[in-house]
Protein backbone atom coordinates (compact mmCIF):
# COMPACT_ATOMS: atom_id res chain seq x y z
CA UNK A 1 0.00 0.00 0.00
CA UNK A 2 1.31 3.90 -0.62
CA UNK A 3 1.19 6.12 2.43
CA UNK A 4 1.45 10.20 1.93
CA UNK A 5 2.56 12.31 4.66
CA UNK A 6 4.85 15.11 5.16
CA UNK A 7 8.63 14.13 6.09
CA UNK A 8 10.35 17.45 7.54
CA UNK A 9 7.42 19.91 5.11
CA UNK A 10 8.29 18.00 1.98
CA UNK A 11 5.30 15.89 0.56
CA UNK A 12 6.43 11.80 0.52
CA UNK A 13 4.75 9.43 -0.88
CA UNK A 14 6.05 5.43 0.16
CA UNK A 15 5.17 2.16 -0.39
CA UNK A 16 4.54 0.27 2.96
CA UNK A 17 3.66 -3.25 4.46
CA UNK A 18 0.73 -3.37 6.07
CA UNK A 19 1.27 -3.40 9.85
CA UNK A 20 4.57 -1.68 9.68
CA UNK A 21 5.79 0.86 11.75
CA UNK A 22 6.91 4.50 11.29
CA UNK A 23 10.62 3.53 12.58
CA UNK A 24 11.01 0.63 9.79
CA UNK A 25 9.40 2.83 7.04
CA UNK A 26 11.64 5.71 7.70
CA UNK A 27 15.15 3.54 7.71
CA UNK A 28 14.04 1.96 5.04
CA UNK A 29 13.77 4.95 2.53
CA UNK A 30 17.50 6.02 3.99
CA UNK A 31 16.59 8.37 7.17
CA UNK A 32 19.00 6.77 9.97
CA UNK A 33 18.68 9.26 12.19
CA UNK A 34 16.01 7.47 13.72
CA UNK A 35 17.54 4.90 15.99
CA UNK A 36 15.69 1.98 17.19
CA UNK A 37 16.99 0.66 20.41
CA UNK A 38 13.99 -1.53 22.32
CA UNK A 39 11.77 -1.85 19.21
CA UNK A 40 8.95 -1.92 22.21
CA UNK A 41 8.06 1.44 23.36
CA UNK A 42 10.14 1.80 26.13
CA UNK A 43 13.68 4.05 25.50
CA UNK A 44 12.45 6.50 23.43
CA UNK A 45 15.55 6.88 20.98
CA UNK A 46 13.65 6.69 18.09
CA UNK A 47 11.56 9.37 18.77
CA UNK A 48 10.42 11.83 16.34
CA UNK A 49 7.18 14.34 16.66
CA UNK A 50 3.84 14.07 14.13
CA UNK A 51 2.21 16.88 14.54
CA UNK A 52 4.54 18.66 16.71
CA UNK A 53 4.33 16.08 19.33
CA UNK A 54 6.57 13.81 20.58
CA UNK A 55 5.65 10.43 19.96
CA UNK A 56 7.83 6.58 19.77
CA UNK A 57 8.23 5.85 15.79
CA UNK A 58 8.51 2.22 16.78
CA UNK A 59 5.03 2.02 17.88
CA UNK A 60 3.26 3.98 15.52
CA UNK A 61 1.80 2.42 12.20
CA UNK A 62 3.11 4.50 9.31
CA UNK A 63 -0.75 3.69 7.44
CA UNK A 64 -2.38 5.38 10.22
CA UNK A 65 -0.28 8.62 9.05
CA UNK A 66 -1.82 10.14 5.43
CA UNK A 67 -1.54 13.42 5.46
CA UNK A 68 0.63 14.23 8.60
CA UNK A 69 3.53 15.96 9.46
CA UNK A 70 6.48 14.55 11.10
CA UNK A 71 9.40 16.15 11.71
CA UNK A 72 12.71 14.24 12.38
CA UNK A 73 16.22 15.98 13.56
CA UNK A 74 16.97 16.67 9.87
CA UNK A 75 13.70 18.88 10.23
CA UNK A 76 15.03 21.01 13.32
CA UNK A 77 18.91 20.94 12.69
CA UNK A 78 19.81 24.56 13.93
CA UNK A 79 17.84 23.96 17.59
CA UNK A 80 19.51 20.19 17.36
CA UNK A 81 22.33 22.05 16.96
CA UNK A 82 22.07 23.99 20.05
CA UNK A 83 20.91 20.86 22.12
CA UNK A 84 24.01 19.12 21.20
CA UNK A 85 25.97 22.05 22.75
CA UNK A 86 24.11 22.28 25.87
CA UNK A 87 24.47 18.19 26.03
CA UNK A 88 28.35 18.86 25.87
CA UNK A 89 28.61 21.08 28.09
CA UNK A 90 27.02 19.46 30.80
CA UNK A 91 28.28 15.87 29.85
CA UNK A 92 25.43 14.05 28.49
CA UNK A 93 26.62 13.52 25.68
CA UNK A 94 28.41 9.77 25.92
CA UNK A 95 27.86 7.08 23.67
CA UNK A 96 25.00 9.39 21.55
CA UNK A 97 22.89 6.78 20.97
CA UNK A 98 19.75 8.87 22.70
CA UNK A 99 20.71 12.07 21.70
CA UNK A 100 18.66 12.41 18.77
CA UNK A 101 15.54 11.63 20.60
CA UNK A 102 16.01 13.74 23.47
CA UNK A 103 16.75 16.71 20.66
CA UNK A 104 13.39 15.92 19.41
CA UNK A 105 11.63 15.89 22.74
CA UNK A 106 13.62 19.03 24.24
CA UNK A 107 12.80 20.50 20.92
CA UNK A 108 8.59 19.47 21.75
CA UNK A 109 9.31 20.49 25.51
CA UNK A 110 10.57 24.23 24.86
CA UNK A 111 7.59 24.81 22.31
CA UNK A 112 4.89 23.58 24.49
CA UNK A 113 6.30 25.35 27.71
CA UNK A 114 7.15 28.84 28.78
CA UNK A 115 8.36 28.26 32.46
CA UNK A 116 8.72 24.07 32.81
CA UNK A 117 9.34 23.17 36.26
CA UNK A 118 11.75 20.21 37.29
CA UNK A 119 8.91 18.13 37.78
CA UNK A 120 7.43 19.12 34.26
CA UNK A 121 10.49 18.63 32.66
CA UNK A 122 10.56 15.04 34.38
CA UNK A 123 6.97 14.22 32.97
CA UNK A 124 7.64 15.32 29.35
CA UNK A 125 10.87 13.23 29.05
CA UNK A 126 9.92 10.62 31.30
CA UNK A 127 9.76 8.15 27.86
CA UNK A 128 13.28 8.65 27.04
CA UNK A 129 15.85 6.87 28.40
CA UNK A 130 19.77 6.95 28.45
CA UNK A 131 22.10 3.71 28.76
CA UNK A 132 25.11 6.01 29.65
CA UNK A 133 24.33 7.97 32.93
CA UNK A 134 21.66 9.47 34.96
CA UNK A 135 19.83 11.94 34.03
CA UNK A 136 21.21 14.46 36.21
CA UNK A 137 23.14 16.03 33.47
CA UNK A 138 20.69 15.98 31.33
CA UNK A 139 18.29 18.07 33.58
CA UNK A 140 21.00 20.61 33.25
CA UNK A 141 21.63 20.87 29.56
CA UNK A 142 17.98 20.91 29.23
CA UNK A 143 17.69 24.08 31.68
CA UNK A 144 20.77 25.42 29.51
CA UNK A 145 18.73 25.14 26.34
CA UNK A 146 15.40 25.99 27.77
CA UNK A 147 17.10 29.69 28.98
CA UNK A 148 18.44 30.36 25.18
CA UNK A 149 16.78 32.85 22.94
S1 LIG B 1 13.08 1.94 19.94
FE1 LIG B 1 11.21 2.95 20.08
S2 LIG B 1 10.96 3.33 22.17
FE2 LIG B 1 12.78 2.14 22.07
S1 LIG C 1 24.64 8.81 25.81
FE1 LIG C 1 24.65 6.66 25.52
S2 LIG C 1 22.56 6.09 25.66
FE2 LIG C 1 22.59 8.18 26.19
Redesign the pocket.
Known amino acids: MIVNFYLNNVEVSYSIKPGEYLAETLRRHGVKSIKV?CNESSCG?CTLLIEGKPMMSCSVLTASLEGKHITTVEGIQEEAAKISKCFSKQG????????VG?ALVIYALKREYKNPTDEEINNYIVGN?????GLQSHMKAIKEYLKEE
Not at 92 to 99: L, Y
Not at 129 to 133: A, F, M, N, V
Open positions: GSADQCGFCNFLCRCS
